[in-house]
């Protein structure tokens, strides 16, 4: 995340191709990736993204496009100029570090961590934030065409998730990508008029993992990258299933379910209660006297609002 004291939006009169972007990470969105913040539309102390919602935080200034967990991170995910430029700065040798961790070196103004930032000509620019610590491949004055590798997704500066976050500007003035015409919240999650060359759909919420384990796992496991077993014993202590998303609101309901050979052994709705970024949820059964049934069990993960379905997952293992 980067954060700047006075964010000003601009409205634009762009003819049609007169500025695209390409995406700026190499992942597909909704698959291995997704956009965890939007632009804050809100000009006050409050926050909006572009529906209205509540995928940004006050005073973001930009695009954040986050990997599941950290082991996506260090599996190297490349980031990539969304046009072509010329690279006018760059930051490389910031840690890969939870802000929050108590071992996190101070920031100094260094928000943005490591990072690019690349001129494309005409007042257009972009900035790429959070790139991981020696990854950055490019130098002040390199030319750089629409995919070129900038370096890879990383933790570095004020940021709490693996992500690149990608500020657009015109002529020094932050804007949103998805409605660069629109100077207040539209509340609406239009197609055209997006500066993406090839249209991004407005996501509010999304699964970003899903498995079984014998134990409710702990938070900062699963964020780090719990690997789901592909088979369990019978005789397991218990059996669990859990499964992280992203823009849970308060009102919504989750419902997770395990079902084995003999039908449902596992059912809980959830309603949750307060309004995140990000969440997990997890729940199941102690094993019964004698053990499972073996063969097959699916845990699936379902959130609702209101009454629409936003969201499904599932996996499944095998008891043997």
Request: contains cysteine; aromatic residues 6%.
């Amino acid at each position: 995340m980067i954060r700047h004291a006075a964010l000003m939006t601009l409205a634009l009169a762009l003819p049609a191709g007169a500025f695209e972007l390409g995406l700026p990470i190499a992942c597909t969105l909704g698959s291995d990736c997704h956009i965890q913040n939007h632009f804050d539309r809100d000009p006050g102390p409050g926050m909006a993204d572009l529906a209205c919602g509540h995928l940004t935080y006050n005073g973001h200034d930009g695009t954040d496009f986050a990997l599941s967990d950290l082991t996506a991170m260090e599996a190297g995910v490349a980031v990539l100029a969304a046009a072509p430029g010329t690279v006018t700065g760059m930051r490389d040798g910031m840690a890969d570090i939870l802000v929050s961790d108590p071992a996190a070196p101070p920031l100094d103004g260094r928000d943005c961590g490591n990072g690019v930032v690349v001129d494309h000509g005409g007042g257009w620019q972009t900035q790429y934030c959070h790139l991981k610590r020696g990854s950055v491949t490019v130098r002040t004055g390199d030319v750089v065409d629409t995919g070129t590798q900038l370096g890879l997704v990383g933790l570095s500066g004020n940021t709490e998730f693996p992500h690149v976050h990608i500020a657009v500007r015109k002529d020094g003035v932050a804007l949103d990508p998805f409605t660069p015409e629109a100077a207040a919240p539209a509340c609406g999650a239009p197609t055209d008029g997006q500066l993406w060359a090839t249209p991004i759909a407005y996501d509010p919420f999304g699964f970003t993992g899903a498995g079984f384990a014998t134990e409710v796992p702990e938070w900062q496991a699963v964020k780090a990258g719990l690997d789901s077993p592909e088979t369990l014993p019978p005789d397991a202590p218990a059996l669990v299933f859990w499964a992280a998303y992203f823009g849970p609101k308060q009102g919504d309901t989750l419902t997770l379910t395990i079902t084995g050979p003999e039908g449902e052994v596992f059912r809980q709705d959830v309603a949750i209660d307060r309004t995140q970024a990000m969440a997990f949820r997890a729940g199941g059964k102690r094993t019964p006297a004698g053990g499972w049934a073996p063969g097959a069990y699916t845990g699936e993960a379902v959130l609702t609002r209101d009454g629409l379905e936003l969201g499904r997952q599932s996996t499944t293992l095998t008891l043997r």
